[in-house]
Every structure is written in structure tokens, then in C-alpha cells.
């Protein structure tokens, strides 16, 4: 059986949890709403089949990037002091 079609069968026998999610695959609708849609049964029109974009706090991540960008230069300042005591030449640090 096609994966599409094993998913619909195990969402329809297994019952919804409240703490699970699960995506619509069926809803029932009057016959005066497949009229206000112009007899138009396209799933689309009845069910929303997109999935929720996920929420991304740019504050956050932009603070995230600013702590590993800190760590990064400790990390090569380090590396940089013993690379210095064996003679080698050291790498160079991010300006910022």
C-alpha cells in the first residue's frame, strides 16, 4: 500500500490525542457550503493542507550567533597562544 495511503488508514482507526497533533485528512461540510465554493470539491477548499511555518525569534538566534561568534575568537585567541610558543604562524582573527 502507498505510504499516503497507510498514514490515512492508521489516522482514521487510531483516535486523536488531546497532546498529538494530527493533520486533517477528512471533514464533513454542508451542502450550502460546496455551493457558496461553486460545487468546487477540491480538498483544498475545505481543509487546510499547508503545514504551520515554523516561528523562528530572530532576537534569539541573532544572540546565539553573537555568543559563538565570542567563543570562536577565545577559541582562536587560545589556539593562537600555542601556536605562537611552537614557532608556527597563527591564524588570523575575525574583526568585529
Avoid: C, W
Avoid at 497507510?6 to 497532546?19: G, H, Y
Wanted: charged share 30%.
Amino acid at each position: 500500500m502507498a505510504r499516503t495511503g497507510q498514514r490515512t488508514i492508521s489516522a482514521r482507526s487510531s483516535k486523536p490525542t488531546s497532546s498529538v497533533r494530527r493533520r486533517t485528512y477528512s471533514k464533513r461540510v454542508s451542502i450550502d457550503r460546496i455551493a457558496d465554493e461553486g460545487h468546487n470539491l477540491n480538498i483544498s477548499r475545505y481543509i487546510r493542507t499547508a503545514e504551520d511555518e515554523l516561528e523562528i525569534d530572530l532576537i534569539a538566534a541573532n544572540e546565539d550567533l553573537v555568543d559563538i561568534e565570542k567563543q570562536f575568537r577565545a577559541a582562536t585567541a587560545k589556539h593562537n597562544t600555542f601556536l605562537r610558543e611552537l614557532g608556527l604562524p597563527t591564524l588570523p582573527l575575525s574583526k568585529g
